[in-house]
Nanobody
Framework: QVQLVESGGGLVQPGGSLTLSCAVS????????AYWYRQAPGREREQVAF????????KYSDSVKGRFTISRDDAKSTVYLQMNNLKPEDTAVYLC?????WGQGTQVTVSA
């Protein structure tokens, strides 16, 4: 059974940090590119970052570049998203995606 389980979301003040995790099971995670997306109310789903198999190549959206870091641990079948200097506009449900499977999402709220 394929499962992608995100964790690590929560409420944080502007300028704060959070680390999201997505634990993958049921298929060979190490062979696939892993993605983080986010979706805010009333807005389209946005690709935030991705990391290729092996973790050498990473790409970020302009809105998070320099603040967020994606990484992966293939031994643990887990992809991470380290988020620093969070802003209110980062508030969204964050979802991991490893083709063709989606996680259920974790809420991140940035508010004073």
């Amino acid at each position: 059974q394929v499962q992608l389980v995100e964790s690590g979301g929560g409420l944080v003040q502007p300028g704060g940090s959070l680390t999201l995790s997505c634990a993958v099971s049921g298929f060979p995670f190490s062979s696939y590119t892993a993605y983080w997306y986010r979706q805010a109310p009333g807005r389209e789903r946005e690709q935030v970052a991705f990391v290729n198999p092996g973790g050498v190549y990473k790409k970020y959206s302009d809105s998070v570049k320099g603040r967020f870091t994606i990484s992966r641990d293939d031994a643990k079948s887990t992809v991470y998203l380290q988020m620093n200097n969070l802003k209110p506009e980062d508030t969204a449900v964050y979802l991991c995606y490893v083709p063709i499977h989606w996680g259920q999402g974790t809420q991140v709220t940035v508010s004073a």
